[in-house]
């Protein structure tokens, strides 16, 4: 091999090694700007808030659940409730609720058994046998307007753009179906609580969970199960029968 050669060919592998470890740092500096960029990238993504959801019109809302219920000629649902009172403790009941309009309701509990609270459009009878044995009140019907106490589907949907100021809390889901979780304070005295949160169905506008904060401490809710509306209603449902034996306290 002349000398010429052995230059050439020298300076070919080191021009080959330089090369090489040329191509490796660049790969190496590209792979640190890759990482680099993505690792800003991650930054930036958790530094910048997720997209709101466009704010639900509790009002619309709202309006149209009065809409629905103004619009029935008679709603029966299965109910649970619960009241709880830190004073006296938590009671818990369930039964079926019948309603005809605003004048006529009634409340029939199996649980506990044979209590009733019924509206018969002149009368309000409140029949609770294991707590006031032997007796059943009887209350007037108040005139201009729903029997607030009660009715308490009437207390919140009765004109609720004039009573309360109603504010959008969630979407929700309850017995499988889409509600709009709905806060509504009274705007108006004299009401008996201060403060309602009502589960809406999107399908049908009607309330299935109402929670009730009472101005007596006590909190009420109201869960409705298999609603069924604008069928035939006995007039029956709204007839109480005064058991054998108990006798009629006549109030207001």
Known sequence: MTGGQAERRTGGEAGRRAGGQ????AGVHSARERMLHLMLAGLFLS???PARLPAQDAKSIVSRAAFAYRSLSSLRADFDQLIENQMIG???????????????L???????????????GHFV?????????????????????????YNLLAWLLDRPAERYSSTYLR?????????DVVEMIP?????????????????DGLPRRMEIEETSGQRRTLTLHNLRV?????????TFEVPDGVRIVDQG
Request: hydrophobic share 35%.
């Open 230 to 238: 604008n069928q035939p209603v006995s007039a029956k449902a709204f």
């Open 22 to 25: 040329a191509g490796r740092r």
């Open 90 to 104: 938590n009671a818990a009941s369930k039964g079926v609720l019948v309603q005809s309009g605003e004048a006529r």
């Open 47 to 49: 530094a910048c808030p």
């Open 171 to 179: 979407p929700d889901r309850l017995d499988n179906r889409a509600m």
């Open 125 to 149: 009878w409140v029949y609770t046998p294991s707590t006031t044995p032997g007796q059943v009140l009887r209350l007037p019907v108040p005139s201009g307007g729903p029997v607030y106490g």
């Open 187 to 203: 705007t108006v005295p004299d009401m008996p609580f201060g403060r309602a949160t009502v589960w809406l169905d999107r399908s």
């Open 106 to 120: 009634s409340m029939r509990f199996s649980d506990p058994a044979g209590e009733a609270i019924v509206i018969d």
